[in-house]
């Protein structure tokens, strides 16, 4: 029986022409996995920045799905663009205070309400929609582990925070790994 030699990843031209995309994007995310654990502090302004933009984005994100879920569902669709209403609000308010231990403090505050209320919502919506039926256990449970993690936040704040940095730090280190090895491996 002849053995076949199977490839694991497949590359189209594109991205094997712009393997040293993915290698340098990669070696950029290692470097900031290794400035988020060696300089918590810097990094923890740096990330609020980046996270009242994320916010502002998810927010507008949310309104456009909440005004296309009108259609479907009233209730789930004023929630969705209540909620992005509220994220894109934050995100201005984050971003007039970039600089300051304010926006820094209502970055962690926020993480840890955005936790307890998109649990909520989970929760609610859940056993809510008639769609959700067959899942309606897994967003009670995913709903009350994002609470309790809110809660754990707003407890520790500065222990949060500082765990929050690396954990995305970490994630960064293995991630870039990661973009690397699939870089190099395009590139053959």
């Not at 189209?12 to 995309?21: A, G």
């Not at 070696?27 to 996270?51: D, K, M």
């Not at 769609?131 to 707003?154: E, N, P, Q, T």
Request: aromatic share 12%; no cysteine.
């Amino acid at each position: 029986m002849a053995q076949q030699e199977v490839d694991i990843l497949e590359f189209d031209q594109d991205t094997k022409n712009l393997w040293w995309v993915m290698v340098l994007t990669g070696v950029l995310s290692v470097i900031f996995g290794f400035v988020a654990i060696i300089w918590p502090g810097i990094t923890v302004g740096v990330l609020a920045l980046l996270f009242a933009v994320y916010i502002g984005i998810h927010g507008v994100s949310d309104i456009i799905n909440g005004v296309r879920k009108l259609k479907k569902s009233t209730f789930s669709g004023i929630l969705t663009m209540i909620v992005g209403l509220l994220g894109l609000g934050i995100s201005v308010f984050l971003l007039g205070n970039v600089g300051s231990g304010l926006a820094v403090a209502t970055l962690i505050l926020v993480i840890a309400l955005t936790f307890i209320v998109r649990g909520v919502f989970t929760i609610v919506l859940s056993f809510s929609e008639p769609d959700l039926k067959s899942s309606r256990w897994f967003g009670l449970f995913f709903g009350a582990i994002s609470i309790l993690a809110g809660l754990v936040i707003a407890w520790y704040p500065e222990a949060a925070t500082l765990a929050w940095v690396w954990v995305v730090g970490f994630f960064a280190l293995v991630s870039g790994a990661f973009q690397i090895a699939v870089g190099l491996t395009a590139k053959k």
